[in-house]
């Protein structure tokens, strides 16, 4: 049987997203499950080679090999996306033009699924500003993804041994997570998370959902009543649906060990809720996943890291980790 092709963005020029992408060329467990094609600037890759030391690209392909034979590709190779100057940077720093490039890179690689010319999408990080300085003005992957997927609904879910957790709202200020908090939402991110989880562990997953306010509003004491008018409907609607749920729950107690053997998937109303227990527990190896597009897309943890960029420093067991659930969830 043949493997899967995994899109695998390069990232911010800028940034580890290079480094970490010659790293995964080399890594035998992905080898083995999956042929990951880097979707970035081939020279690039090789100057960055040259910097730190890892092995150069083996096997480039260019843009019109692909459209003509990208069926037959079996081997790990760097879809070369002609069009950066590469030694014209300054790795570590922040620009407009590695925003456009990081983002022609992820662009090029939604084409290549729709298209089903890849079975998933695992993606290096961006930078925000960066994209932004060029005029690109999504807050990160996420949305990315979801717009140009043009998914009916969709939710930010990070995977790792430790734990499991969706996002009900993902990049926005803590002053806008009320307003954007509703019942439908919080039961749509529900679901999807049901469904991947059933799909990635193979059995019905138990769900708990976390409160807004400190001790889950303390029965209204806290808050506006969130956990009372939206979060408990958005819960006993699941329940209705046969799903295994509970919540919500006091926050900082909801992550302690005892808890996460008893849950198979937290719901968490805004980033930090998830992000700190998370990367406290398993930085190196969690996964950040787009729920509910048309194929599937895996992320990397981390950002950008451009204060240790292309010093041979970063460490790219992550990226590895997204390209392996990628090829496990194209599946």
Known sequence: MKKPLIAVTMGDPAGVGPEICLQLLANEAVQAVCTPIIFGDA???????????????????????????????DEPAVLDLFGFDAEDFTPGQVSAKTGAAGFRYVDKSIQAALAHQVAAVATAPLNK?????????????????????????????????????????????????????????????????????????????????????????????????EEEKIIIPAIEAAKAKGITIEGPLPPDTA?????????????????????????????????????????????????????????GKAHGQSLVEAVLLAAKMSQ
């Open 255 to 311: 992550f302690i060990a005892t808890k996460r053997r008893q849950v198979d998937a937290y719901i968490c109303m805004y980033h930090d809720q998830a992000l700190i227990p998370l990367k406290a527990l398993a930085f190196d190896t969690a996964v950040n996943t787009t729920l509910g597009l048309a194929v599937p897309r895996t992320s990397v943890d981390h950002g950008t890291a451009c204060d240790i960029a292309w010093q």
């Open 129 to 225: 500003e960066a994209l932004h300085a060029a005029g690109i003005n999504y807050p990160g992957h996420t949305e990315i993804f979801a717009e140009k997927m043009a998914a009916k609904r969709s939710c930010m879910t990070f995977f790792s041994e430790e734990m499991i957790c969706s996002l009900v709202t993902v990049h926005i200020g803590y002053q806008d997570v009320v307003p954007a908090l509703t019942s439908t939402r919080i039961l749509d991110v529900i679901e999807l998370t049901v469904e991947a989880v059933q799909k990635a562990r193979g059995k019905k997953p138990r769900i708990a959902v976390c409160g807004l306010n400190p001790h889950a509003g303390e029965h209204g004491l806290f808050g506006q009543g």
């Open 43 to 73: 020279r690039l890759l090789t100057r960055c080679a040259r910097q730190t030391g890892l092995p150069s690209p083996k096997r480039i392909v260019s843009e019109i090999e692909w459209a003509e034979t990208c069926s037959n590709i």
